[in-house]
């Protein structure tokens, strides 16, 4: 607001008005800015990890020369050869650090460059600066952004961009660096950058280098999905841009197949408006790809278009690489035909049951939905494949990347048998941390079952070494200490070269069993070596009160869980826990030091679909010399265990776990006057 007239003197009032005037002037100029992103040239706006915004004002000036050196792009990049691993530090978790350049005004010898901020660009950087990966420190960043917007390929000229580039101030030769452009093969220049653009042909594309992302559109927003019974054409194609020879080929199928095959041109550029040449009939683009079943693709731009209005992209272009291929399965929600073959497509798309073409239309719109969308979920997409690319072991399973939270999950392996042979015996892996007298007792118990063939101690204490070897107490059974890098529970579901029998005890320090409770178990878990078997039962219950999943440990009808403490299972699930648990569940575990074993539990029954098998009446196993209270007496630990199940439900999307009503016994298990040596298993304890 400008101040009001004043009567004072004129050696007063001239300095007073020409002040209040520019004040004003520069008022106007910032309200005018801040009311169109696209009009953005002096701030960009950054929200911090905890959702406060901070503007950063003021831009730096930098000078553009034509005679600054640039290093041509390598074609030979790979992840191994041009990044820098060691700048990304092993941080507790698993994240890389990025760095986005200040916004920076250039001036070339002809005078100030047009880098005014695209919305689609501004989204990117905003959406990066808002993540968890984001780093206001250069000093500790594994990944610098350049913050110059190459989206619009006319704006700046390759050669200049090339420049303004290389003048970065941890620039490095383009070293660990991600640029943003439209079209990366149009002669810019970026040395061992890694580049995200479109239009990607595999001949030019340095996989596992760059990234390949869709062509962002003004505007998008998903159309919605429609089924395809109520699409009208089975398949439509845009000819615009095609050789002659292509469009003669296409005009041909259409004659044949009349609206089984729309073939159209763009006829109204300004109205992206389409008609077809056969009937002059007219389309809007998008409302012809939400009424078609298929689209045939051979652009990347025709490729958005079609997965946003929920058509089933059929790709032509062999040598098209598609957004986000290295973790994104395509096969699940489009085809690819040849040039040669497009004679037979409405004949092969017309054979596809009713039930395939559902399939690939909720891959579409998943896909779509989930890395595509928008600038924003695919800058945040490209986030996660670089720091899988760094932390590989932190990565997500393939079906988490392709598969929805909740879709049936594929059998167990066929190399499960239906029984397991009882020759390789089992071994016990024993999780302590510093009860050494209480883990030289558990160990004398389990070492005296004559299935045991070898025990694995997981030493969790990193500032207290093991007991010397003169130490450990004579046990006729091979045993191996291994020395963990981090106390992590999740250490006892390790995939171990150690473990070379089939079947695993997993056992606690303060678990005391016999020999006799032992060989039963693994007994029973060798007629069903898919299934986890194990002691102490848990339960799982819905609670209408506070409309969620509770933990439960008390005596019930019903048993949908059994601790990890005493349990036996296949090996395999140490290999699936380590790669196909949800990395978001893992990482709970090892945050809050528990629930480990429920999310074990949970793991097996998605795989199975069976519920875990419960042995012997016994609930409790403890030692009863430990003089440390037990954790599952603390009320604390119900709701926090409480809290694992209903979060990990709703990170599975759905409750795998199911319950069962049975447990099983010896066949003579307390039957009266027989004498010990008529029973199998004489020395097992009740309840």
């Not at 169109?36 to 831009?59: T, Y």
């Not at 005014?116 to 993540?131: N, P, Q, V, W």
């Not at 595999?202 to 927003?221: G, K, T």
């Amino acid at each position: 607001m400008c101040p009001r007239r004043v009567n004072v003197r004129s050696s007063v009032l001239f300095p007073l008005l020409f002040s209040s005037l520019l004040g004003c002037i520069v008022l106007s100029v910032i309200l005018f800015a801040l009311s169109d992103v696209k009009s953005i040239s002096f701030l960009l706006q950054r929200v911090s990890p905890s959702g406060a915004s901070q503007l950063a004002f003021g831009r730096e000036v930098v000078k553009v020369s034509a005679e600054d050196s640039v290093a041509a792009t390598d074609p030979t990049c790979s992840f191994i050869s041009c990044f820098d691993v060691y700048r990304c530090g092993f941080g507790l978790d698993y994240r890389i650090k990025v760095y986005i350049y200040p916004l920076s005004d250039y001036f070339a010898e002809n005078g100030t460059l047009d880098l005014k901020i695209s919305r689609e660009f501004y989204e990117i950087l905003d959406a990066i600066s808002g993540s968890e990966y984001h780093t206001s420190d250069p000093s500790e960043a594994c990944l610098f952004v350049p913050s110059i917007d190459l989206l619009n390929g006319k704006r700046v000229p390759p050669q200049v961009a090339s420049r303004l580039l290389a003048q970065l101030p941890y620039w490095n030769n383009g070293t660990n660096h991600l640029v943003w452009t439209l079209f990366p093969s149009r002669g810019l220049q970026v040395g061992k950058a890694m580049l995200a653009g479109s239009g990607w042909r595999h001949s030019s594309f340095r996989r596992f280098h760059d990234l390949s992302v869709p062509l962002l559109i003004p505007d998008s927003h998903s159309a919605g999905t429609v089924t395809a019974t109520a699409r009208e054409f089975l398949v439509s194609a845009i000819s615009t841009g095609v050789t002659s020879q292509m469009r003669s080929v296409l005009s041909d199928i259409a004659r044949r197949h009349g609206d089984d095959f729309v073939l159209v041109e763009v006829c109204d550029l300004s109205s992206l408006s389409v008609c077809e040449a056969s009937s002059q009939r007219r389309f809007s683009s998008a409302d012809l790809l939400r009424r078609s079943v298929f689209c045939l693709i051979w652009h990347d731009g025709f490729l958005f278009e079609a997965l946003k209005a929920g058509c089933i992209p059929v790709v032509m272009a062999e040598e098209m690489v598609l957004p986000f291929s290295e973790v994104l399965e395509w096969n699940l929600a489009s085809l690819s035909i040849r040039e040669h073959e497009l004679g037979h497509l409405v004949a092969r798309v017309r054979a596809m049951s009713a039930h395939r073409i559902a399939h690939f239309q909720e891959h579409v719109s998943y896909l779509f939905g989930q890395y595509l969308s928008s600038a924003r979920t695919v800058a945040l997409t490209a986030l996660r494949i670089l720091n899988e690319r760094v932390f590989p072991f932190a990565a997500r399973a393939h079906r988490e990347w392709n598969f929805p939270r909740g879709w049936l999950q594929p059998a167990p392996p066929m190399f499960i048998p239906l029984s397991a042979g009882v020759l390789n015996g089992y071994t016990a892996v024993v999780l302590t941390f510093d009860r050494v007298d209480s883990l030289f007792n558990v160990l004398v118990n389990i070492a005296a079952s004559p299935s045991l063939v070898k025990i694995l101690v997981v030493w969790n204490n990193q500032l207290k070494p093991p007991p010397a070897a003169h130490q450990w107490p004579k046990l006729g059974k091979p045993l191996k200490v291994m020395q963990t890098p981090r106390n992590l529970l999740s250490n006892r579901f390790y995939p171990y070269d150690e473990i070379e029998s089939e079947a695993v005890l997993s056992i606690d320090d303060d678990i005391l069993m016999t020999a006799d409770e032992l060989e039963f178990g693994f007994h029973v878990w060798r007629q069903m070596p898919d299934r986890l078997v194990g002691f102490p039962p848990r339960m799982h219950c819905w609670d209408n009160a506070s409309d969620q999943w509770r933990y439960d440990s008390e005596w019930r009808n019903d048993v949908s869980m059994v601790l990890t403490g005493a349990a036996f299972y296949h090996k395999y699930y140490h290999f699936l826990f380590q790669h196909g648990l949800p990395v978001d569940i893992r990482r709970w575990v090892d945050e809050h030091m528990n629930c480990e074993d429920i999310a074990f539990n949970f793991l097996v029954a998605n795989s199975t679909r069976k519920a875990v098998v419960k042995v012997l009446p016994k609930k409790k196993f403890r030692c009863p010399q430990c003089l440390a209270p037990e954790l599952s007496a603390d009320y604390s630990h119900y709701l926090e265990r409480s809290r694992c199940i209903d979060h990990f439900s709703r990170l599975y999307g759905s409750m795998p776990l199911s319950a069962a009503q049975f447990r099983v016994d010896p066949l003579l298990f307390k039957t009266d006057r027989l004498p010990d040596d008529m029973l199998a298993f004489p020395n097992i304890g009740t309840i």
